[in-house]
């Protein structure tokens, strides 16, 4: 990893200073999740960053929300993420009152696999 990069989300380490990621994967895993958190049009200076999973709270849930999410949230990692990561797996599933998020990825520069889940119930 090159260069000074703060962590997500943004605290104080115990030296007092801004806490800086320990590793590349910690510092792409927070990347990922500020994309997948931003709303579209929430950056003035990228308008069009961001996969607005936090307004999905405020969408009904169906299967029709689940497949318009599914392919936001692919074209914002292919576009804003794709040189740093490969996208293993995307799932996002309708389940009741439930919409379940499920990311798989694989870092390009390492190798390394991860995955990351996200839920929110009505």
Known sequence: MSGRHMSFPFRIGSDGRTRTPENLEEHIKGEVIQLLLTNPGERPLQPLIGAGLRRLVFEGNSDATAAVA????????????????EVMA????????TLLVGLQYRIIAT?????LRFEHSR
């Open 111 to 115: 190798g390394e696999e991860q995955r």
């Open 70 to 85: 599914k392919a936001t949230i692919n074209r914002a990692l292919n576009d804003y993420l794709g040189h740093r990561i």
């Open 90 to 97: 995307l799932e996002v599933e309708n389940n009741d009152a």
